[in-house]
């Protein structure tokens, strides 16, 4: 069974800078890592391969400087990494991200499932995965917390839609979103840490990148990046929360500060 798995190299937030004039993320303050949602998707991918047998490919849209959390998918179990990377898909919304990442999944030729995190932590719009199924036509469902059985040919998986859990059933070639945690029929999934000899051969391991051009036969170019994104961001601003602000009191007159303070705040009359 091949599949693929969308990984989204995303920045520790508690690190991460923030370009308010143009307001984007300035992915290049801060080390990017596996999004904790795509390490579930990765997971799930190797337990369908010990069932069925084949390669699980991770494809990820990102700068250059991403190919250490390729590598990580790699020692992480991954068969083979490609990463989209050109200055030309430098500011792509959710809508040119997703056009992106379906052509490059139209150029490998052949899959059978895809898989991917519900969002990620950065944007958090879970949009990405369900666009990429809608460019391929293919069926697809988010918010999945449990995958009850899976063939060759159909996955039942269970949705959390927040009102109540739905059992899907979907045909192959489909898209599955998953949330976190999930289970994988009876087990409990969770995100392994990869062996010091997986780490080694990750190192060694050839991390593909594809550029614009590469994807010139599958894709019209001026739906990259910027130019294709019908997004735009009018403002952007750090919510900052404020400060307590405290007041010391002290001797006979506390009770009458305090009671004084609260007429001020309109706690008592």
């Not at 990580?72 to 990463?83: E, K, P, S, T, Y």
């Not at 959710?94 to 139209?106: D, F, G, H, P, W």
């Not at 293919?138 to 059992?167: K, L, M, N, Q, W």
């Amino acid at each position: 069974m091949d599949i693929v798995v969308l990984i989204k190299p995303t920045p520790d937030i508690t690190k991460v800078k923030f370009d308010v004039e143009k307001g984007v993320v300035d992915r290049s303050s801060a080390t990017l890592e596996i999004n904790p949602f795509d390490l579930y998707a990765i997971e799930v991918a190797k337990r369908i391969k010990r069932l069925f047998g084949g390669t699980i490919t991770s494809i990820s849209m990102a700068p250059p400087h991403a190919e250490p959390a390729l590598r990580d998918a790699i020692a992480r179990g991954v068969d083979r990494a490609i990463l989209l990377s050109d200055k030309r898909f430098a500011g792509a919304d959710t809508l040119a991200t997703s056009y992106t990442l379906a052509a490059a999944i139209r150029k490998l030729g052949h899959f059978d499932i895809i898989l991917c995190g519900e969002k990620s932590v950065d944007g958090d719009t879970a949009h990405v995965g369900p666009e990429v199924a809608e460019f391929l036509g293919i069926p697809h469902i988010s918010f999945v917390t449990r995958i009850t059985s899976i063939s060759r040919d159909t996955i039942v998986v269970e949705a959390d839609f927040g009102d109540a859990y739905y059992e899907v059933e979907l045909r192959l070639p489909a898209l599955v979103a998953l949330s976190r945690p999930v289970i994988f029929k009876e087990e409990f999934v969770e995100p392994s840490m990869p062996r010091v000899s997986d780490v080694l051969r990750a190192k060694r391991a050839r991390v593909e990148v594809w550029n614009a051009d590469a994807l010139s036969d599958v894709a019209n170019a001026s739906r990259f990046g910027l130019a294709g994104s019908p997004t735009r961001v009018v403002k952007a601003y750090y919510a900052l929360e404020k400060g307590r602000n405290a007041r010391v009191v002290r001797g006979d007159e506390g009770v009458a500060a305090i009671l004084n303070a609260l007429r001020e705040l309109g706690v008592v009359l």
